[in-house]
């Protein structure tokens, strides 16, 4: 049974940094690419960033590019967000996903494109 479980998340002022980590389990195939997404209340899930687990492309959502950076680590089956100059607006509930097939281009963005969830870490940012 696949699992995917997300830590790192908590509270910071505003400029802070955080680093989540996503640890996947319980696979005996790869996926094509993992991402982070977030969710605020009262708002869609939205994604923030991607890695194509290949050959490590990223993709970022263009309101954390410059800000956050996705990373993997294959021998710990871990994948990171390190996430600095953190704003308010940065918010959410964020989850690690990781998708079996596409074209990471196209899908990686898309939640609907993903296979697996993690339950979720908050972080909270305040002004």
């Known amino acids: 049974q696949v699992q995917l479980v997300e830590s790192g998340g908590g509270s910071v002022q505003a400029g802070g940094s955080l680093r989540l980590s996503c640890v996947a389990s319980?696979?005996?195939?790869?996926?094509?690419?993992m991402g982070w997404f977030r969710q605020a209340p009262g708002k869609e899930r939205e994604g923030v960033a991607a890695?194509?687990?290949?050959?490590?492309?990223?993709n970022y959502a263009d309101s954390v590019k410059g800000r956050f950076t996705i990373s993997q680590e294959n021998a710990k089956n871990t994948v990171y967000l390190q996430m600095n100059s953190l704003k308010p607006e940065d918010t959410a509930m964020y989850y690690c996903?990781?998708?079996?097939?596409?074209?990471?281009?196209?899908?990686?963005?898309?939640?609907?494109?993903?296979?697996?969830w993690g339950q979720g870490t908050q972080v909270t940012v305040s002004s």
């Open positions: 319980g696979y005996a195939y790869s996926f094509n690419y």
């Open positions: 890695i194509y687990t290949g050959g490590g492309n990223t």
């Open positions: 996903a990781a998708g079996l097939s596409g074209d990471f281009w196209r899908y990686s963005p898309l939640a609907a494109r993903y296979n697996y």
